[in-house]
């Protein structure tokens, strides 16, 4: 079994920084891509950031050059630093991976969120 768990949330005034961690731990034997979502109230659910084993990085429109999302394969955690926060940043975020098994299954995985609130 894998397990994905996030940290870091908090709350931080506008203009400021927080930087999230998702580790991934279980039985792991391949991941690939590894994901950050976010959730606000009445809004879409959004793709914020993604990022391959190897690859381009994606970002969505609305954070492009304010995140930034990385990966240490030997910890099995993905990063996303985020920088000048906004109050429309405010959201649940949530990590995802994909974990392909050693008979070559992947298997999407999510973690439970961590609350970031932006507020003065």
């Known amino acids: 079994q894998v397990q994905v768990v996030e940290s870091g949330g908090g709350l931080v005034q506008p203009g400021g920084s927080l930087g999230l961690s998702c580790e991934v731990s279980?039985?792991?034997?391949?991941?690939?891509?590894m994901r950050w979502y976010r959730q606000a109230p009445g809004k879409q659910f959004e793709l914020v950031a993604a990022?391959?084993?190897?690859?381009?990085?994606y970002y969505a429109d609305s954070v492009r050059g304010r995140f930034t999302i990385s990966r240490d394969n030997a910890k099995n955690t993905t990063y996303l630093q985020m920088n000048n926060l906004k109050p429309e940043d405010a959201a649940v975020y949530y990590c995802n991976v994909d974990h392909t098994n050693d008979h070559g299954l992947t298997i999407n995985y999510w973690g439970p969120g961590t609350q970031v609130t932006v507020s003065s």
């Open positions: 279980g039985s792991i034997f391949s991941i690939g891509v």
């Open positions: 990022i391959p084993s190897a690859g381009n990085t």
